[in-house]
Antibody, heavy 124, light 111 residues
């Protein structure tokens, strides 16, 4: 069964760090577009970071320079290292797999498998 | 403020048809990037509902349909059912941001 399970969320003080993990089963993270999407309390979805199959990465402006994304092929996991955390980073963080197809402008991706999410609370 | 604009809420009675719009610009939908839709039931993770503007993943009822024209896209739901009550999000790619973008979400209420 294709599945994603996030872990690592919790309560952290402003300025602190946290590392989220996403364990994949039924497919390999190394060969896929993998992403982190977050949802602040009562708000909509925000794409936080992406790592493409070729290791190219993307970060939203709101987290650039503070967050890093990586894959551990041996453990088949995706990670998000979050540093210098702020109150506005408080959210449920979802891990999602992307599937892509060729289009006129390049490769188009949509998220076809989602984890249940892990909650990050940044507060003193 | 989201790059893709959706109405905050829509509603309809059981059996009716509702549509949810997703309006973008020349750097995303208008540039030719496809639109994908997700359904998020209360307290759960988002679920892929439509990809490539109008393609349903297996298991999604054909009551759901999608379309795209110009700088906008739409999700239509016919034969509304109580279980359709959820938040719906559109998603595309924005060339100015060089990344994927979501709409602000639309809450569907089944009266």
């Amino acid at each position: 069964e294709v599945q994603l399970v996030e872990s690592g969320g919790g309560l952290v003080q402003p300025g602190g760090s946290l590392r989220l993990s996403c364990a994949a089963s039924g497919f390999t993270v190394s060969g896929n577009y993998m992403s982190w999407v977050r949802q602040a309390p009562g708000k909509g979805l925000e794409l936080v970071s992406v790592i493409y199959s070729g290791a190219t990465t993307y970060f939203a402006d709101s987290v650039k320079g503070r967050f890093t994304i990586s894959r551990d092929i041996s453990k088949n996991t995706l990670s998000l290292q979050m540093n210098s955390l702020r109150g506005e980073d408080t959210a449920v963080y979802f891990c999602a797999r992307g599937s892509g197809y060729p289009g006129p402008k390049g490769y188009y991706y949509y998220m076809d498998v989602w984890g249940k999410g892990t909650t990050v609370t940044v507060s003193s | 403020q989201s790059v893709l604009t959706q109405p905050p809420s829509v509603s309809g009675a059981p059996g009716q048809r509702v549509t949810i719009s997703c309006t973008g610009s020349s750097s995303n939908i208008g540039a030719g990037y496809d639109v994908h839709w997700y359904q998020q039931l209360p307290g759960t993770a988002p679920k892929l509902l439509m990809y490539g503007n109008s393609n349903r993943p297996s298991g999604v009822p054909d009551r759901f349909s999608g379309s795209k024209s110009g700088t906008s896209a739409s999700l239509a739901i016919t034969g509304l059912q109580a279980e359709d009550e959820a938040d719906y999000y559109c998603q595309s790619y924005d060339s100015s941001l060089s990344g994927g973008v979501f709409g602000g979400g639309t809450k569907l209420t089944v009266l």
